[in-house]
């Protein structure tokens, strides 16, 4: 595999398209079958967290507002993330608030975003459900802190990733697992993934 940028959000509420803002920022880079790097901030977007939210993740209003401004953070995790492409697990999620928040400082997003929830439902479709934590007892992953909170989520999405990575690889004899495969796996249907990689391998060969 090449690299890839894990990235994982912890914020104030569902989406920006009803006023949340991120509170929260971990990415997690992974090059060639290994967590290689990482950045991590909690960040100050002048937004109320909800009690439920604060219960939920553990960061408190106090907690952002003595932390840097969210223009410095997310232009600090762009940098670090570079060109690379995304994972994020649910990443329908965390890609809303990547783009929105890179909106606003003038940017945008320089690679696609690999769901790796929607990967872990194709090739592991007997576990209980497919929620991150779910994911990581069932498949037996390094435990990496506190789920909610940016850098254990991100951390466990990375290994999950690379065990997604080395499923495909020994299931169906791939050398590689190319960036092209993982968006074909992920808008087809568990019934037609065998079809979608063997016509990728065809196209390849």
């Not at 907690?63 to 997310?74: L, Q, S």
């Amino acid at each position: 595999m090449s690299s890839y940028a894990v990235v994982d959000f912890e914020t104030t509420g569902m989406t920006p398209e009803q006023g949340a803002r991120p509170t929260e920022i971990a990415v997690v880079l992974v090059r060639d079958g290994a967590v290689v790097d990482r950045y991590q901030s909690l960040m100050n977007a002048d937004a109320w967290i909800p009690p439920q939210i604060q219960a939920l993740t553990g960061i408190s209003n106090a907690m952002v507002r003595a932390a840097p401004r969210v223009e410095r953070v997310m232009a600090e995790a762009a940098d670090f993330v570079g060109n690379l492409p995304l994972v994020a697990h649910n990443a329908a999620f965390d890609r809303k608030f990547w783009d929105a928040e890179l909106s606003a400082l003038g940017r945008s997003r320089a690679g696609d975003f690999v769901c790796s929830l929607m990967l872990a439902r194709r090739l592991f479709p007997d576990a209980p459900n497919h929620k991150l934590g779910t994911l990581v007892r069932t498949l037996g992953l390094p435990a990496t802190g506190r789920y909610h909170r940016a850098l254990a989520d991100a951390e466990a999405t990375a290994y999950l990733f690379l065990r997604i990575a080395e499923e495909l690889r020994q299931r169906y004899r791939l050398a590689r697992v190319e960036h092209e495969l993982l968006m074909r796996i992920q808008q087809t249907a568990r019934s037609g993934l065998a079809r979608c990689i063997a016509r990728h391998v065809a196209r390849a060969g």
